[in-house]
C-alpha cells in the first residue's frame, strides 16, 4: 500500500474534482457488465480469508473486526489512487493492465514506477500464498474422515504442522488455471466464489432454522426472516454474475461445468460414515 499512498501524496495537486465525474467515450451499453463486475469483485475479495482460520484463534470472535478492517484497506487503497490518477490520464481507453506503472510513473517518475512495480509484485506473492494456504485448508478439511475419508490429503507437516499435502495439490491445480488469460482467470475465480457465497448463504439461513443456539463467534443482528430479506440483493448479484459468466469463453464455461460436476460427483461418492448438518 505505501506506493500507492506516496502516489496518491504526490498526485494531490493535479486532483481535480470535476474529473471524477467523466464518463468514458464509448457508451456504457458496450461495456462488459459481467466481467466489469467479476474484476471489482474480485478486487475486493480476499477480506474474509481470515475466516478460514477461525479454528486455529484462541478468540476466533475478533476476527470479525479483522474482516472489517481488511474490507476498509481494501477499499481505501483502491479508491484514493483512482481519485488521483483519473486526473493524470483522462483518456480511459489507455487504461489496462500494468498502467499504474505508467501513471506512477507520470506521477512521481522512475523512483515512483518502480516501486510501484516492486509493491505489485510484492502484493502478487503474498497474496497467491494467502489463498493458497487458505485453500490447502478447505482440502485438508474435505479430505478428513467427516467429509471425503482422503487419509493421503488429510496429513499435517510433523515439524511445522501444516496440511503440504493439501498445499502442494492446491498449488497444482494453480499452476494449471495460471494457462489462462487474466479475464478468464477472473470470471472463474469470480463464478466459483459467488457460488460458494449461495452455498454460504443457504447454510447461513438452515443454520439459523435448524440450531438457532449454535455456538457461534458472531452473529448477525437480525431475526431469520431479517436475515433473509438481507440476502435476497446479494444473492441475486450472485446469479447474474454466473449467468453472464458461464459464457465468457470456452475455457470458463468447461471450467464451471467441470467444477460443478466435480463437486456433485464427490458429494455423491463420500464416504458412508460422512455426517452432515
Not at 59 to 83: C, E, K
Not at 108 to 132: H, N, W
Request: some cysteine; proline content about 5%.
Amino acid at each position: 500500500m505505501f506506493p500507492f499512498f506516496v502516489m496518491v501524496v504526490m498526485g494531490i495537486p493535479s486532483v481535480s474534482p470535476a474529473d471524477w465525474f467523466i464518463l468514458p467515450k464509448e457508451p456504457l451499453t458496450s461495456l462488459d457488465w459481467g466481467l466489469f463486475i467479476n474484476i471489482i469483485a474480485f478486487k475486493f475479495t480476499g477480506f474474509d480469508t481470515i475466516s478460514h482460520f477461525a479454528g486455529e484463534m484462541q478468540h476466533p470472535g475478533s476476527f470479525f473486526f479483522a474482516m472489517g478492517a481488511s474490507l476498509l484497506m481494501a477499499i481505501v487503497s483502491r479508491v484514493l489512487p483512482i481519485l488521483v490518477v483519473v486526473s493524470v490520464q483522462k483518456d480511459y481507453s489507455l487504461y489496462n493492465e500494468g498502467y499504474y506503472t505508467t501513471l506512477a510513473s507520470a506521477i512521481g517518475g522512475i523512483g515512483l514506477s518502480s516501486l510501484v512495480v516492486f509493491s505489485a509484485a510484492v502484493g502478487c506473492v503474498v497474496t497467491y500464498i494467502t489463498y493458497l494456504y487458505a485453500s490447502a485448508f478447505t482440502v485438508y478439511t474435505l479430505a478428513s474422515k467427516e467429509y471425503f475419508n482422503t487419509p493421503f490429503l488429510y496429513d499435517m507437516h510433523a515439524k511445522h504442522q501444516t496440511p503440504w499435502r493439501a498445499i502442494i495439490a492446491t498449488a497444482f491445480i494453480s499452476f494449471l488455471f495460471g494457462m489462462m488469460s487474466f479475464e478468464e482467470l477472473v470470471t472463474i475465480s469470480g463464478s466459483l466464489y459467488q457460488i460458494c457465497l449461495v452455498m454460504q448463504y443457504a447454510a447461513l439461513i438452515k443454520l439459523r432454522i435448524s440450531k438457532p443456539n449454535l455456538l457461534r463467534p458472531n452473529k448477525i443482528p437480525l431475526s431469520t426472516n431479517g436475515l433473509i430479506v438481507f440476502l435476497i440483493i446479494p444473492t441475486l448479484i450472485s446469479v447474474y454474475l454466473l449467468y453472464s459468466s458461464a459464457f465468457h469463453s470456452l475455457n470458463t464455461f468447461v471450467s464451471l461445468t467441470g467444477s460443478i460436476l466435480f463437486s456433485v460427483a464427490l458429494y455423491f461418492i463420500r464416504d458412508k460414515n460422512a455426517h452432515y448438518l
